[in-house]
């Protein structure tokens, strides 16, 4: 038996044979039939004689070249009904999902293409899965075997299915095609469950064999991921136990990047014309390497900075199988500029490699960030309290504008608190929350920005109060969070605390904490932000501390969503943005970075929602109608700008992965398109040739032998 050698209907060509053989021997066994002839000599009796020798039925067989080629003709065709193919290595089963990764990290440059040149990881994952849909098995021309059905989903942080389950390899190869990147980070959990969607219901079964249930979704088949390994999220799904899962990998374990993690552009709370911005790199490269940092306002290079990464650090871990792989420590560096901008402003930063001329690496789309910089503005702030001298003595040493002491009662008066002020201040008291809007179900205060002292917002998102508490010290803090950037707690008693809880649901953030509970908690939605100190700063010796001040600096400008001034926070890629527009706007336009406008609408509440965004850039929002504090005008219609950003990094880190992580079990590569596995052909066609090819030589020789 030839390896690798299948015959799709072996018994049609069985049958067949036994009949078309037998019959063309036979042929040649039989006499002719005998004619008489009229002669005009004895001479010719001779010849006559001769063949009245063999006057029996059946003459005996002899060399015939007419039969050699006549048999080896009905054999080719033969054959051919037996429609024989050799195929390599594959798997059995016969339906099949084939699962593209199309995230960030596969517009790495260092695949490999038909012609042996480098190529996107995304056009080799494409080129490997257009060589295994070849390898399917296609329906036998009598319908004796099935044909492999297959699917293709294309996936990053959302996933969708590209084709559905078809046998036709031509819409499978044009669905493969037809998947483009995207910037956003992969997730293996989306595709997986869409996968697991497209499984076939099965009844189950007693011991005679009888339906015993309703139909429950059995397995899906065979799922093979093209990948480069960095997807997550693949632990918790929940596959078929039949499921059988091929992880076939992408990248070279060498490649490294240089890219943007940080990017930060901050006004100084004295001198808001004077700009800090910060920008943080990330190498992954096994040697050091010299890059130059540019920035850019408003496209115009305003300086640079040359700087020398240090290698990344390569360290051996083992695997729980007891093998060894490497693990990447990326090396990290950052730079600052110090410019001045009194106006508003796009800020880019870039990031080349210096010793190649600024050609770019492996993976480019972490090598621009940007942020919007609006114009410098101080802050005006309205205080209201019964009295508190400590607030309103430190709120006034603050670098703002102006600061208004309210009473609960002459504040109540003013019918829109945040046409005058940017942050509204609360001692010890609250406001009276509209319970038909949704904000004010949710955190327990109206929209707006709020720094609340001695005083629990309550609300299914927010807090809830639970009374006074012991005497208590801060004890853990979030260093990252920007209301607490730079600052130490340890040194902060209270008297008197506050025993509060955070809903682990909703959009309060602990971020600070004594042993008792939440100390400072952080309140964020599109339409509310608020930064929310629940215990009296009067118990407190924290008045005392130099620290206080600076935390009512940053708390103001974090509820602001970065203060007037500051760079407005930049988005992900992969995630929706959601905007508050001015009361009115109905309707609104976004621009992507390439492509065309799209519509965004708008809810009553004036939130925009547009996403998820995929492309990294410059995005900007228009409307027709009046512009917020921070947004430009351009004719008739007012505009804001926004930023998406790879600035993460994990997302810099393109170091592909040869196992994935699914259904807690470690998922090794396979090679599919490499060239390593052969691809099944069928044969039946070269067959049929070579029968057409015999019967013209045997037509030839039957003539020449008349002729002779």
């Not at 009905?74 to 059995?92: D, K, T, Y």
């Not at 009598?142 to 996933?159: K, N, P, W």
């Not at 069928?682 to 045997?698: D, H, K, N, Q, T």
Request: charged share 25%; net charge negative; hydrophobic share 40%.
């Amino acid at each position: 038996m030839i390896p690798g050698l299948t015959w799709l209907s072996p018994a049609v060509a069985g049958i067949a044979a036994a009949i078309a053989v037998p019959s063309l021997v036979l042929l040649y066994f039989l006499k002719l039939r005998r004619q008489d002839v009229e002669i005009s000599s004895t001479l010719l009796w001779r010849k006559a004689v001769q063949d009245l020798q063999a006057n029996a039925p059946f003459q005996r067989l002899r060399k015939n070249i007419l039969l050699l080629l006549q048999l080896l003709a009905l054999a080719a065709i033969l054959i051919a009904l037996a429609q024989p193919q050799m195929e390599g290595e594959r798997v059995a089963s016969g339906r099949h999902a084939i699962v593209i990764d199309r995230g960030a990290s596969m517009r790495t440059v260092d695949g490999i293409n038909e012609d042996g040149n480098t190529t996107s990881r995304l056009e080799d994952a494409k080129r490997r899965a257009l060589a295994f849909v070849e390898t399917l098995r296609e329906p036998s021309v009598f319908g004796v075997s099935e044909a492999d059905r297959a699917m293709v989903v294309a996936f990053d942080s959302t996933a969708e299915v590209v084709q559905p389950f078809t046998t036709d390899k031509r819409l499978l190869r044009a669905a493969i095609e037809s998947i483009e990147p995207s910037d956003a980070a992969s997730r293996l959990d989306e595709p997986l469950r869409l996968v697991r969607a497209q499984a076939p219901l099965v009844a189950p079964t007693d011991e005679a064999g009888a339906e015993a249930g309703e139909p429950r979704p059995g397995a899906v088949g065979t799922i093979h991921i093209f990948s480069d390994g960095r997807p997550e999220g693949g632990e918790a799904v929940d596959l078929h136990a039949e499921d059988e899962i091929e992880f076939v990998s992408l990248g070279q374990q060498e490649t490294g990047n240089v890219g943007i993690t940080a990017l930060d552009a901050r006004r100084q709370l004295r001198q808001p014309e004077d700009v800090s911005v910060i920008v943080g790199l990330q190498s992954t490269e096994r040697e050091q390497k010299a890059v130059a940092v540019e920035l850019l306002i408003d496209g115009t290079s305003v300086a640079a900075r040359r700087l020398a990464l240090p290698a990344a650090t390569i360290q051996q871990r083992s695997t729980e199988d007891g093998q060894t792989e490497e693990v990447i420590a990326p090396a990290t560096s950052g730079v600052e500029f110090q410019v001045t901008r009194p106006g508003s402003a796009i800020i880019e930063a870039r990031v080349q490699d210096a010793s190649t001329g600024g050609a770019p690496d492996a993976f480019d789309r972490d090598d621009r960030a940007w942020v919007v910089l609006p114009g410098a503005k101080r802050l005006r702030l309205a205080l209201v309290t019964t009295g508190s001298l400590v607030l309103s003595e430190a709120l006034s040493a603050l670098p703002v504008e102006r600061v208004e002491v309210f009473t609960p009662d002459t504040f109540q008066s003013i019918e829109d608190p945040f046409a005058r002020f940017d942050v509204v201040v609360l001692d010890g008291w609250l406001p009276e929350v509209d319970q038909d809007t949704e904000s004010g179900r949710e955190f327990g205060l109206p929209r707006g920005s709020w720094l609340v002292i001695d005083a629990v917002p309550t609300g299914p998102s927010g807090l809830t109060d639970n009374g006074d508490g012991p005497p208590a010290e801060i004890v853990d803090w979030r260093r990252d969070h920007p209301t607490l950037r730079g600052l130490s707690l340890s040194a902060i008693r209270l008297a008197a605390s506050r025993q509060i809880e955070a809903s682990e649901t909703g959009s309060a953030t602990v971020i600070a904490s004594t042993g008792g509970g939440p100390a400072i908690v952080a309140i964020e939605s599109a339409r509310t932000r608020a930064v929310v100190v629940p215990w009296d700063i009067d118990e407190s010796n924290w008045w005392l501390e130099p620290s206080f001040i600076v935390f009512l600096g940053q708390s103001v400008r974090h509820v602001t969503d970065g203060g007037p001034g500051d760079a407005r926070v930049a988005s992900r890629p992969g995630v929706s943005r959601g905007e508050t527009l001015p009361i009115g706007v109905d309707d609104a336009r976004l621009t992507p970075p390439e492509g065309d406008p799209l519509n965004v609408p708008v809810d009553s509440a004036g939130q925009a929602v547009a996403g998820p965004l995929d492309e990294v850039g410059l995005y900007t929002l228009s409307w027709d109608g009046l512009p917020g504090p921070n947004d430009t005008t351009r004719g008739i219609r007012s505009e804001r700008t926004f930023a998406v950003n790879l600035t993460s990094a994990d997302a810099s880190d393109v170091t592909p992965k040869r196992d994935l992580v699914i259904r807690a079990a470690r998922v090794g590569a396979s090679s599919i398109g490499d060239g390593s596995s052969r691809t099944p052909r069928s044969l039946w066609p070269c067959l049929i040739v070579v029968g057409l090819a015999v019967i013209m030589l045997e037509w030839y020789v039957y003539n020449r032998k008349v002729q002779l």
